[in-house]
């Protein structure tokens, strides 16, 4: 039976990455072997992209897809000898395939050739630039002399088109046993790896161990240490590394890297690269370790979801001691069944956002369409633990971290039912690209000023919670508007001269407001200073003595107690993509 895999998917949800020896995804594939296919979860269609120089069936088995962020460059290895010309058959090279130019070019090479021995295992920066893979070959490196006779892990550089051999010591030292599995950070400054060499590091023993290479420092560090800095006892795998390269997950079956691993099984473990601390993720609802094996983790850009694959039967319950996928969310500490079938699943993989996870499963009860194939297929699915992370559309939430921040807003992404909680902290909110802001339906906590960037304005609060207090509280935050003609509407208002001082020193030209009688008022600060208030009910102009801003806002206009607001789009439904 055809067998669907993916190894890795796009840091976009939208692009999946199956490899497959089915005939029948795309016509014309008449060659036998695993090719690589692209799937569009928006428009629904696959694409077959491990194609020959004459854009037919190549001749022979591609593998391991991996994809940038935009999903233009997808990276894979191939045995193939006729996806670009030049290349001897008998080895398996990384290729990179470009969406947009529909090219595919040769990465594992030299300035003058292309590798002398096999390369696999390819992880590719978000823009496409860096690539990471494994080889065999010794002629990569034209900058060293490679000599170790092992399975090194090399960085190509796609705008330099040089590579580097990066499984090596601090000090130049190269490793003395193989090295396996790389995972790039987004912008492809930091790699990990798993490699059994003992001269990598200090602390280096005959155990698997996990390294961090930093391309800018170029450094090598251990990272399967527990928090006070000891190596891990046993064998430790398979790891993944956040956008930012600030969190790095693998597995492992070290039992003192976290002191509540007592299960003797393979676990999950989030190690922090910053604050060198190691977490283990893979515990049961009393905070105990899992009672079975746990491996293959994949973590979102910003590190807040891990997802995994698992036999234990106690992480959530009621379960089984089938493989299913779970999702961890480390804000939580909330782990969560991904999908629950009736057939075993594996080889997760999670999108940049963490909104989708990808995986392969033979259960056939996971969609409503028939899947009679008794094959493991691919499949897309939301994250049921997953919380927008930012205000990028309608109805999202933004919550700070307790310290003092700064987020900003343009008009597309400030809109109805989106919210701020600083969690305590003292932030400011700025606006910027100027327009028309609706603060209706939105809610703000902990937070201390409102700036915006110089450009005109039209701030309108009319909507804004549920009295007019709430509306001269966040009102009374703005403390800089730069634009020219900014203007102010506060709704059905009995307005009050402090606050609309206030406005004036924050450099507001114009504020509106309107009564229940049906009557418009404008307000403006004129050139000596005062507050000139215009009307419809013809009473005519009344002119006041500006009276100034206090020196700091009030707890109330600060702090104004508000019902906070959690809003988030139902997911969509489980998708088979590969059938």
């Not at 161990?209 to 391309?215: A, G, K, N």
């Not at 402090?498 to 924050?506: I, K």
């Amino acid at each position: 039976m055809a067998t669907r895999e993916t190894r890795r998917a796009s840091r976009l949800p939208r692009g999946v990455l199956p490899r497959s020896a089915a005939s029948d995804l795309v016509a014309d594939d008449t060659n036998g072997f695993y090719d690589i296919f692209l799937y569009d979860t928006i428009s629904q269609t696959t694409t077959l992209i491990s194609k020959d120089v004459s854009a037919g069936p190549s001749d022979s088995n591609s593998f391991d897809p991996s994809s940038a962020a935009d999903g233009r460059y997808v990276v894979f290895e191939s045995n193939a000898s006729d996806l670009v010309t030049g290349v001897p058959a008998g080895l398996r090279h990384i290729y990179m395939y470009d969406r947009v130019d529909q090219t595919i070019s040769l990465i594992s090479k030299t300035a003058t050739g292309v590798a002398n021995n096999s390369s696999g295992d390819a992880s590719v920066s978000a823009d496409g630039r860096y690539v990471a893979y494994l080889s065999y070959a010794t002629n990569l490196d034209t900058g060293i002399t490679d000599s170790n006779g092992k399975i090194d892990i090399f960085l190509y550089d796609k705008v330099a088109d040089t590579t580097k051999l990066i499984s090596k010591s601090t000090s130049g030292t190269q490793a003395n046993r193989n090295a396996a599995n790389p995972s790039i950070s987004a912008d492809g400054r930091y790699v990990v790896y798993d490699s059994i060499a003992s001269t990598l590091v200090s602390e280096g023993n005959s155990n698997s161990d996990i390294y961090l290479y930093d391309r800018v420092n170029d450094t090598t560090t251990l990272v399967s240490r527990n928090t006070a800095g000891d190596a891990g006892n046993s064998n430790s795998y398979n790891a993944s590394i956040s956008a930012d390269g600030h969190y790095v997950v693998y597995r492992s079956f070290a039992t003192n890297l976290d002191s509540n691993d007592t299960n003797g099984r393979f676990d999950i473990f989030l190690y922090d690269t910053i604050n060198h601390t190691t977490t283990m993720v893979t515990r049961n609802a009393l905070g105990n370790s899992a009672n079975n094996h746990s491996t293959n983790p994949s973590i979102s850009d910003d590190g807040r979801y891990v997802v995994y694959e698992s036999v234990a039967s106690d992480l959530v319950t009621p379960d089984s001691d089938l493989s299913d996928i779970f999702i961890y969310d480390t804000l939580t500490g909330t782990t969560e069944f991904v999908m629950h079938g009736n057939g075993n699943s594996g080889q997760p993989a999670i999108s940049g956002d963490g909104s989708t996870i990808f995986f392969t499963s033979l259960a056939t009860d996971l969609v409503s369409a028939t899947d009679a194939n008794f094959s493991n297929d691919v499949f897309v699915t939301a994250n049921p633990l997953f919380a927008p992370a930012g205000p990028t559309t309608n109805t999202d939430t933004l919550a700070g971290d307790g310290n003092d921040n700064s987020v900003d807003f343009d008009a597309t992404t400030l809109t109805n039912g989106d919210s701020y909680d600083g969690q305590g902290g003292n932030d400011r909110v700025n606006l910027n690209g100027g327009g028309t802001f609706d603060f209706a339906g939105t809610t703000f906590t902990s937070v201390e000023d409102i700036q915006t960037d110089g450009t005109d304005y039209i701030l309108d609060f009319s909507g804004f919670g549920s009295s007019e207090a709430d509306r001269e509280g966040i009102a009374g935050l703005i403390s800089s508007a730069g634009g020219a003609n900014d203007a102010v509407k506060m709704g059905e208002w009995a307005h009050d001269l402090t606050t609309l001082g206030s406005l004036f020193d924050a450099g507001i030209e114009t504020v509106e407001w309107s009564r229940p009688n049906g009557f418009d008022y404008s307000a403006v600060r004129n050139g000596l200073g005062q507050t000139v208030v215009s009307n419809t009910d013809g009473n005519g102009i009344r002119v006041y003595d500006t009276i100034a801003r206090p020196s700091t806002p009030t707890a109330s206009c600060a702090r104004a107690s508000r019902p906070t607001m959690t809003v988030v789009s139902p997911p969509p439904p489980t998708m088979l993509v590969a059938v």
